[in-house]
Every structure is written in C-alpha cells, then in structure tokens.
C-alpha cells in the first residue's frame, strides 16, 4: 500500500502495467473500496452517458479540485451543474470561439517576437514557453482590457495556485476528512485570497462599464458571463459563481492545451515528414481569409489530434457509483471507483493499430470516422465533457501552425522526454529546444 501510494504521488501513470492495455475491465482492491478500470468502448458509454446519473465525480477529485473552484462548473454536481452548464454553452458555442481566433494569433504573434531574441544555440523550455502563451490566450479571450495590475504577479500566483492544487496528497487518496490540515494549505489560502481581490476588482470595474452602457466594455468572457442567464429561469450567476468559474476557465484551459502544444511540438521534432507537411499547410492557408482558418488547417489539426491521443492531458477520469451496476460483464458495487484511462484507451491494443505509432493520418478524411466515438476521450464524453473543447482545438491548431511555418524546432540531443502525471500529463523535465528562426532561402 505504501508503495502503491508513493508511486501514485510520484506518477500515477507509471502505475499501468503491460496487462491494462489488453484487458477491457479490471477489478483492483484497494484497502476502503474497490477500483474497477473501464477500458471498453460499450461500458465506457455506460459510465460516462447511458447510466451517468448513477456516476458522480467522486470525492478524491473534488476535495483535490476543491479550492476556488468550488462554485464552478467543473465542480457543482446535480441541479446546480445543470444550471451552469446551460448558461454556459453559448460562451463556448462555435460563432463565439471563431470570434476569438485573433487573440489567439496575437499571443503566437507575441511568442514568436520573444523567440526571436534568443540567440541560435540558446536552449529554451517550450513546456513552460507554450504555458505562458496559454495563459495570455485566457487573458485576452477573458479580461480583453488587461487585468488592472501586474501580469507578471499575476502570473507567479497564478503558478502557486496551480503548484499547490495539482498535488496528490496521500491524505485525500486515504479520505482523511477535509478539516484535518494539509502541507501547504497555508499558502495556498494567501494566493486565493489574492486572486479574489484582482478578480472582483476586475468584475467590479466591467459591471459598472455594463450598468453604464459603455459601448467600450469589450465582447470578451467576462463580459459574456456577466450577461449569461439562465435560459429558463432568466436568473444571472451570483457573484461567487462568477468568480469561480473564471478560475476554472483559467485552471481547466491553460495548463491542458499548453501541454497539448508541448506534446505536438516534441512529436513533430521527430518526424521530419510531418514537420514538412505542417509547415506547407501553414504556409498555403494562414496568409489567407481568418474565416474557416481552423477548418482549413486540417493536417495540423490532425498532428493535435494525435498528440492528444499519445499524450491525453487528461490521462484519467473517475468516477464513484452510487447504486450497482453491471459493465462489461463486471460486477460494480455502490461506492465503488471507476477509473477510465484515456491514457490507457488511446493505446489499447484491441482498438488501435500500431498504438504507440505517431501516426496523425488516423485523424484525416477516410480514416476518422473509423475511431470508435467512446475509444477517443481526450475531452471525457456524455454530459460532463468538456465545454472548452473547441476552444482549446482551435487555440492549439493556430499556434502550432503558427509556429511551425515560423520557426525550426529541435530537441536537445541530450534532452530526456518522460510524461508525469501532475493534475495533467506533462514533460517531466520540461522540453528543451532550440528554436531558430525558418532559414528562408
Ligand atoms: C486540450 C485542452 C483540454 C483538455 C484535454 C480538456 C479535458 C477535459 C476533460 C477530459 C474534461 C472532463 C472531465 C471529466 O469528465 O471528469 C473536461 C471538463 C471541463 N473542461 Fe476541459 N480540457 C481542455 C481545455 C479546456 C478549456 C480551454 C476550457 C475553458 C476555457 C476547459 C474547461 C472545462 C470545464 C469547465 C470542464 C467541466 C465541464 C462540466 O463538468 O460540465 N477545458 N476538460
């Protein structure tokens, strides 16, 4: 057990051995409850849409996802969940994420002028390059007219908060209750306390612009929220649902894509064949027309999607059933945990060819709709999935093309490349590069 713990605190990932990419369903004791590990399209459906009511969150990952984010839609179960989902969905419907592709091309913009500084033979993390980039594509997209204060403090807070929230702690993996002191709590509750003053502070300023009907209160999230109502009921968010669930936007959108450009960049510093087609599609389609610019860059999107399949940032999901059920066969009893791996799906031997192959024509025309919809879960599935997938598709396409047709990008040769899992799936030792400027002949 306590090597079990140490190396789920370690890297939770290294946990899956050989036999969990053939089996469908696995059944594993732990101490309290039993575990069952679903890896079966047909009972994955069953979990996460069919019988999902039977199916919550389970409390190991909302105590770890607690702080801050307690009102917010990655956080609020039943009613209330419904409620936000709702008033929600048109802030990340299709017109509204297209209407944010410039800010998106203005932060690719602003890391190429950075990379552009460093000298040739210059190694430079990309891992927490990309993170920073996603960051300012939250902030343009959220708080268009800046934050007030200083970006960079910010940014560091922005840094502990996640540092503190992403940690495993053996407590919550044993259900210590919540009132018994975690390592770091302290500091944690200092940099929240910060950030719910920057952010009402920023809530206060907008409200008033809106009250005031000034024309020059920017189209962006916050404004969005503000406005959101309830499609049945008409009632806006209250003020500490506001504030929550720009946070969540902030936790759940930045560090996931940053690690999603990360994997697409190593993956394509080692296959020179689809650099090449990258950058020729960047080339034919991002001096053109803005409108439809993801729809064109389809091979692009294709090395994301398969980036994201090799390396899901969200490398596993729980749940905890609440009355018995059967999957696949299996026996579930109530209270039970259910682990689904995209990890492991996304490379299971009996759903794809040659799983450990970076292979992105999985994901063009012909071969797509071959892939079972329930083998594929970089962003969850049924009523819970993520509502920031189409943001984060289009934000990840534009700045990998971005800065593939601008830059070469090669990994140190001495660079050692593992995945961790810490919250989300990233570069143990971060991603050193060499980005040189394209030699244009
Ligand atoms: C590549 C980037 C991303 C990945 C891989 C990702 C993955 C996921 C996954 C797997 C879930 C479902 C979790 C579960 O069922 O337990 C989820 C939920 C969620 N995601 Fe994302 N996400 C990404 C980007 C974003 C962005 C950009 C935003 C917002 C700006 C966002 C906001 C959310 C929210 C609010 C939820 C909760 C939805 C609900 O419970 O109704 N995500 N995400």
């Not at 069952?36 to 990952?61: C, E, F, M, S, T």
């Not at 503190?164 to 500091?187: H, M, N, T, W, Y």
């Not at 809106?210 to 008409?234: K, N, V």
Request: aromatic share 8%.
């Amino acid at each position: 057990m306590i090597r079990l713990l140490s190396r789920l605190k370690a890297n939770p990932l290294e946990c899956w051995s050989a036999e969990f990419f053939r089996e469908p369903i696995a059944r594993v004791k732990l101490p309290f409850t039993d575990a069952v590990l679903v890896h079966d399209p047909v009972a994955i459906k069953r979990v996460l849409l069919d019988n999902a009511g039977n199916y919550r969150k389970d409390p190991i990952q909302r105590r770890i996802l607690s702080t801050g984010l307690a009102d917010g839609l990655l956080s609020v179960e039943g009613e209330r969940w419904e409620v936000q989902r709702r008033t929600l969905a048109p802030l990340f419907a299709r017109r509204t994420v297209s209407s944010f592709t410039e800010a998106m091309l203005s932060a690719a913009d602003r890391l190429s002028d950075r990379w552009r500084g460093f000298a040739p033979d210059e190694a430079v993390d990309v891992t927490g390059e990309l993170t920073v980039l996603t960051l300012n594509v939250l902030a343009l997209t959220i708080f268009s007219d800046g934050i007030g204060g200083d970006f960079d403090d910010f940014r560091s807070a922005m840094n502990a908060y996640f540092g503190s929230i992403g940690r495993i702690d053996a407590f919550d993996l044993l259900g210590v209750p919540s009132f018994v002191p975690r390592f770091g709590r302290g500091r944690l509750l200092k940099t929240m306390a910060y950030f719910e003053n920057v952010i009402d502070e920023i809530i206060d300023v907008r409200r008033c612009r809106l009250a005031a009907h000034d024309c020059g209160a920017a189209e962006d999230l916050l404004t969005l929220l503000l406005r959101a109502l309830d499609p049945s009921t008409g009632r806006p968010m209250s003020l500490a649902e506001v504030r929550s669930n720009i946070l969540t936007f902030l936790s759940a959108g930045h560090e996931t894509t940053a690690n999603t450009l990360a994997w697409s960049t190593f993956l394509l510093s080692q296959s020179p064949e689809w650099y090449a087609k990258v950058r020729d599609e960047a080339d034919r389609e991002l001096a053109g027309d803005r409108n439809g610019l993801l729809e064109r860059l389809n091979v692009t999107r294709a090395v994301v999607e398969e980036a994201l399949r090799l390396y899901p940032p969200i490398a596993a999901l729980s749940r905890m059933s609440e009355q018995g059920d059967t999957l696949g066969g299996v026996k579930v009893k109530p209270r039970s945990l259910i682990v689904i791996a995209p990890y492991v799906l996304h490379r299971h031997e009996s759903l794809w060819d040659r799983p450990d192959v970076f292979d992105p024509s999985r994901f063009l025309a012909e071969a797509k709709p071959r892939i079972a919809r329930f083998a594929y879960l970089p962003f969850g599935a049924g009523p819970r999935t993520c509502i920031g997938a189409s943001f984060a598709l289009q934000e990840a396409t534009i700045v990998l093309a971005t800065l593939v047709q601008r830059f070469d990008m090669q990994l140190l040769p001495d660079a050692e490349v593992w995945p961790v899992q810490k919250i989300t799936l990233r570069p143990a030792h971060g991603l050193p590069m060499r980005v040189a400027p394209r030699h244009v002949n």
